[in-house]
């Protein structure tokens, strides 16, 4: 079974603009949720969709979205970038609650 | 809020060595707890999970982790260490406030592999 695939793998991106990143989970999951992973803040939950609806948000500004299509692929988007948004963006699928699987990740460099 | 305290920033073993890898948590009830390892420019691969009953797990790559209650802790272990293993470990715990679910993450331990 395929897993987590993530794309693009890497980006790079210039202050203000926007960027939107895919990410398709295993098949059969239903759950998708999005982290952002800093050297400096670590691993930060962003978001979480079950069957095309977002159950579940980070603390993270209004510039951060995301959605969730009916074969369960999601896409995030960053508006309006910033510096501070240069980060290795992950997803992770999961079939149930609990146990999250997760793809190599997008690495965004704005400059 | 849920927390998890991954005390060990930076630890260096030599290969054959034991190694143990600590976690600590705060969460009210009973929690899901997970040991991830990431390798440089990697995604995250999970070792080995807890959601209940025994309280020694095993993992993958000969890895093993006990859940402590009483010490709020969930510490990685493993008898020999090889080469390999040198990378990033990250505790987690998962919890769930009615159809909300997330993991929330500690900052990481990087394990360095002497030969």
């Known amino acids: 079974k395929a897993g987590v695939t993530q794309t693009p793998r890497y980006l790079i991106k210039t202050r203000g603009q926007q960027v939107t990143l895919s990410c398709s989970p295993i098949s059969g999951h239903r759950s998708v949720s999005w982290y952002q992973q800093t050297p400096g803040q670590g691993l930060q939950f962003l978001f979480e969709y079950f069957s095309e609806t977002q159950r579940n948000k980070g603390n993270f500004p209004g510039r951060f979205s995301g959605r969730q299509f009916s074969n369960s692929r999601s896409e995030m988007n960053v508006s309006t970038l910033e510096l501070g948004d240069s980060a290795l963006y992950l997803c992770a699928s999961s079939l149930v609650l609990g146990e999250q699987f997760f793809g190599p990740g997008t690495r965004l460099t704005v400059l | 809020a849920q927390s998890v305290t991954q005390p060990d920033i930076h630890i260096t073993v030599s290969e054959g060595a034991s190694l143990e890898l600590r976690c600590n948590y705060s969460y009210g009830a009973t929690p899901y707890l997970f040991w991830y390892v990431q390798s440089p420019g990697q995604g995250l691969q999970l070792l080995l999970k807890y959601f209940s009953g025994d309280t020694l797990v095993q993992g993958i790559k000969g890895f093993e982790a006990e859940f402590k209650r009483s010490q709020s802790s969930f510490n990685l272990r493993k008898p020999s260490v090889h080469w390999s293993d040198a990378a990033e470990y990250f505790c987690?715990?998962?919890?769930?406030?009615?159809?909300?679910?997330?993991?929330?993450f500690g900052k990481g331990t990087l394990l360095t592999v002497n030969p």
């Open positions: 987690a715990v998962g919890a769930q406030g009615g159809s909300n679910y997330k993991l929330t």
